[in-house]
């Protein structure tokens, strides 16, 4: 494959990802701040990292591009396994500032109010969102033979499967009429992000 071939296809996937998360990002974190969700909250700065990485793949993809030279005889295809554990480390530690601030918020505040209706609406557009996208990445993973899109489409199929923990938390917050299940739902979510970040690091 030519090198520019790659290039085009990574910068296609990382635009992509770059408009769609921001978009996403910002609808969870204002539904998340005016309904009360902590999970919502999360999965809204999940989709912020995911920002971060499509910048970050953007970046990267200038380097995949050069060509060879003194100090790099094979090229600078090593860039993107570098980005790949720089990804992971970003993954691991929003996953743990979320759950951290999650459990004081449940030691501190266990009888706050239900999260709004907002939430849940929110949680279903960002479902179907995500899904769009983890398919988008996969499909120009393939075409690039990228390992960098191949970690990312796994971390927005993980996103997807993180959202759907989201709104199962949201729907039994409402079912059982107490805040505390959102909370706990944020602690999985980080969890879950913590999970992916390892598995992304491993690979």
Known sequence: ????????????????????????????????????????????????????????ILFVSRFVAQPADKEHPWGHGRAETVASLVLACMLFFAGAELVRSSIVNLVQRPGRELPDIMAIIVTLVSIAGKTLLALSQKHYAKKAASPLLRANAK????????????????????????????????????????????EVFTE
């Open 155 to 198: 971390d927005m199929l993980a996103d997807v499967l993180l959202s759907v923990g989201v709104l199962i938390g949201l729907v039994f917050s409402y079912v059982f009429r107490t805040s505390i299940i959102d909370t706990i739902a944020a602690i999985l979510v980080g969890l879950w992000v913590i999970k992916s970040s390892i």
């Open 1 to 56: 494959m030519a090198e520019e071939s790659k290039t085009s296809y990574i910068r296609k996937a990382s635009l992509i990802a770059l408009v769609g998360n921001s978009v996403l990002a910002a609808l969870k974190l204002i539904a998340g701040y005016v309904s009360g969700s902590l999970a919502v909250v999360g999965d809204g700065i999940d989709s912020i990292v995911d920002v971060a990485i499509a910048i970050m």
